[in-house]
C-alpha cells in the first residue's frame, strides 16, 4: 500500500486516521509500495446505510479505517482495529442520505496498515443518480517532509512532495436480482450482473451460485457446471474477463416448486486480481399468495365480453422503478366444456400459471366460471397500453349489447408490482379466484402479518361482472369496519360503446388508510350475495412504510 501525502486531503481527516494508529502526520513516509488494500461497498435498493469490506493484501494487517463525511452531514467517524494477527479485512456500516448524490455527496474512506511507517489508501464512496453504490480509488500519492533553514533571527519550515502514477486497480460490484413472486410450477428468471468498478479489466471472473432448495434448474445463459445441477448445489459460470467499467450478466431460469414457500437463491462473484464481492442474495415468494416489500402496485383492466381485443392503459410507475413482477387476470363463463387457459397478450399467446379455478355462475345461463391468471413480467416494461386479443369467446360483436352466445370472457386486469422509485410499501396479494353464487354463496378474503405504521393503505380488487343496475355490499374490517356500498359497477373501459348495465368488469382501488392505523396486523375482505352475481380474480393490499 502507497502512503498517501498530507497535503492531499483533509488534515482533521488524516490526523484522526492515524490516531487510531498511534501515530502523528510526521510519521507517514514514502514507501513508494503500490496500493495493497481494496474496498468494496454494498446498499440496500431503498435505504440509506451502506456496508463497505475493507480488504489488505496479506501479509499486512488493518489497523483502522476513517470516514470523512460530506455537507451538513460532515463530521469523522472512526472505526479502530487493532493489528491483529491475521485480520486482512474488516467490514463496517455508515450513512449516506437521501440527498448525498453525485460527486457533491461523496464519502472518503481511508484505511491504514499495520507497516511501521503507516501506509494508507484512500476511496471515494457515493451514491449514483440509480441509487447504487459507487467506489473509486483516490491517489496514490506519497510524500516525506523534512524541516530546514534555521537563523538567529527566525526558524521556517519547508516540504517537499513527490507524486507517484496510480496503479490501475480492479474491484468487483455484484447485484442479484429476481420476481417480486412466482406462481407455483412457474418457471422465472434469477439475473446476476457482475460490474467491475475499477480501472483496469478484471481477469478470469467466476461467479459462484448456491441454488435454491426446492424447485428445480431449467438452464443458464452463459452456462455453467454441473451441467444438470440439483436443488441445493453450487452451480458454477466463468464469465472469462471484464473491462474496466463494464458488466456481466449471468441468466439463471427456474422452475417453482409445487407448494408454497421462499426461494432463496445466492451468490458470489471473484475474480484473478480483485477481493471475491458478495455474497448477495434474491429471495423468491411462490405461492398463489405472496408478499414484497418494499414495493409498490398499480393495476388497471379492461372489458371484453363479446369482443376479440382489448386495451390496458397502465399508469402510476414512478419514474426511475422496474417491473419487478407483472400478472394477468381474466375470468370466464362458459357452459360446457372447460374453456381455454390461453390468451395472447401483447401478440403472444400465453397459457394460465393459475388454472381450472372453477366457481358458481354468474347468472347469464353459463354453468359455471373459472379464474385464470398468468405472469406476463417479460412482456411488460413500464407505463403504457397493453393489448389483450383473442379470448374465448362465442362471438365477435362491438356494440352495446352484453348478451351473445357463451362462452364470455368478461374482461381482464394487469397487476404490475414495481421497486425502486422512491417506492416503499409492503404489498400482500391473493390472486385465487372465488364467485358468491357458488356453495357457500361468499367470497372471503384475509390478509395477516400487515405492518402497518399508521400512512396510506389501499385496497385493489378485480374480477368479473358488476353491474350498475344491481347493487352489492363489500365490508372491510380492521381496526373497524368499513363498508363499500354498489362499488361493483363494471366501471372498466372497452373497445367500442359501453353497455347500458356497465361493462362487466372491475379493477377498483379503495382508500383502507382509516382501518389500518399504526400497529395493525390484519385486513379481511367480506362479502354474501344480495342482489348481483359477481366474481373476484385478484386482491392486493398495499400499505405505506411512511
Known sequence: MAARCASSWSKAALSALLAIAGMSLAAVSASGEPDTSNLTCQSPAVGTTVTCTATEMAPDTIKGVAVTHPGTHGGLQKFPVGCQA?????????????AETGAAGAHVVEIGDCQEPIDIDRFRVGRRADGRVGVQRLGPTSSSTTSSSTTSSSTSSTSTSSTTTPPASTTLELQKTGPTGAFPNQEFDFTITVT???SSAATGVRVVDTLP??????????????SAPAPGDTYTVELGDIPASSS????????APDGAGDLTNTATASAGNAPTAGPVSAVVPVGISSACDPCGVVAAGTGLRNRDQGTISLAGIPAGATVGRAVLVWGVLYDGPTPPNTITFEGQQVSADVTATVSGSLCWSDSATIGYAADVTGLVNGNGDYVVSDPPRGITRIDDDPAGTLPYTDGATLVVFYTGGGSNNQVLSDFSYDTNTDADGTIHREFSGITSVGAPASLILAGPD???NAGETFTLTGAATMTLQDTWDGSDPQQGPSFPIGNL???????????????????????????DCIGLGAAILEVSQG
Open 86 to 98: 491475521g485480520l486482512s479485512s474488516f467490514t463496517f456500516s455508515f450513512e449516506i442520505t437521501a
Open 196 to 198: 467491475n468498478t475499477g
Open 213 to 226: 432448495t426446492q424447485g428445480s434448474f431449467v438452464s443458464s445463459t452463459p452456462s455453467g457446471t454441473p
Open 248 to 255: 456481466a450478466a449471468v441468466t439463471l431460469r427456474w422452475r
Open 466 to 468: 358488476g353491474q350498475s
Open 505 to 531: 368488469w372491475d379493477t377498483d382501488r379503495y382508500d383502507v388508510t382509516s382501518i389500518l392505523p399504526s400497529g395493525q396486523t390484519s385486513l379481511t375482505f367480506d362479502h354474501s350475495q344480495t342482489n
